[in-house]
């Protein structure tokens, strides 16, 4: 009888061991779950950014005569829907690779920012790399550079003769390490749209 209760014991308490054991390891995972995202939430990661690096291309915009507001301004007179295009360059700054993509802003018809951009890979010269093509989207590299060329339109509502349209700014999306976010570039130069004629943009002008 005495080994009976022996063992008894002995088959009553095993389970309960291994109860408190998958307890205790479902803590310390749970801990470890907790700890690790935590980590992922806090470590850094790279901002995505890029950085204007000069003006080096012909553009069809010429400098006004008479700056505007005390500053200089290039200035378009009565452009067609294809005929304002202006180029900078842009520059990866930052230690990771990046993904640089045009933002029309296709939906707000009174942006005249809404055309987006054109971008086109640098070589090592700083000239077009002939293996490139323009396109809405380019990958950077840390510390290579591309060419931005932007167009912007006529807003999409009836202009009376002598009406001066500008932008100081073109939005971009850049993504790096999974993150992606609207940059807005301040232009080198303040861009102007003149019409010296009453202007309506139609369909030509994507209105």
């Known amino acids: 009888m005495p080994d009976v209760a022996g063992a008894g014991v002995v088959t009553t308490a095993l389970p309960g061991r291994r109860a408190r054991w998958l307890a205790v390891a479902g803590v310390l995972l749970l801990v470890a779950a907790l700890a690790a ?4 939430q806090a470590r850094p990661r790279a901002t995505p950014h890029v950085a204007v690096a000069g003006t080096t291309w012909p553009s069809a915009y010429v400098e006004t005569e008479d700056p505007i507001d005390g500053e200089l301004r290039y200035v378009l007179t009565d452009p067609g829907p294809d005929g304002t295009a202006y180029v900078f360059d842009i520059v990866n700054d930052g230690s990771s690779a ?9 939906d707000r018809p009174r942006d005249a920012r809404r055309a987006g951009v054109v971008l086109t890979p640098l070589d090592a010269a700083g000239g077009t790399d002939a293996a490139g093509e323009p396109g809405p989207t380019i990958r950077l590299e840390p510390g290579e550079a591309a060419k931005l060329e932007l167009r912007p339109l006529w807003e999409c509502a009836p202009f009376v003769a002598g009406t001066l349209l500008g932008i100081d700014s073109v939005d971009v999306d850049v993504t790096a390490q999974g993150v992606t976010r609207t940059q807005t570039i301040a232009l080198p130069v303040g861009l102007f749209l003149r019409t010296t004629v009453d202007l309506d943009p ?6």
């Not at 995202?37 to 992922?40: A, I």
């Not at 990046?98 to 296709?106: D, F």
């Open 202 to 207: 139609g369909p030509e002008w994507g209105c």
């Open 98 to 106: 990046v993904t640089v993509a045009s933002h029309p802003t296709v």
């Open 37 to 40: 995202s935590v980590w992922w």
